[in-house]
């Protein structure tokens, strides 16, 4: 299979962050999953709400998100 990356920039998301990853990854299970392999990179622009701290938590449960 394919791989393909979502790509994410984060800013101050901790209320949002694992709502998008979710939804995302329900898109992708409902449209692509016999198609494509994926991950979803979140990259984070300096947050200061602890948005860092629940990507890494979202990393270390879901192989599929890297930071």
Do not use: H, M, W
């Amino acid at each position: 299979k394919k791989k393909n990356t979502i790509a994410a920039t984060c800013l101050n998301e901790s209320e949002l962050i694992r709502d998008f990853v979710n939804s995302v990854e329900n898109k992708i299970d409902e449209e692509f999953n016999d198609k494509y392999d994926y991950e979803i990179l979140l990259a984070d622009n300096n947050s200061t709400d602890g948005t860092q701290e629940i990507i890494r938590d979202i990393c270390e449960k879901n192989k599929n998100v890297k930071a």
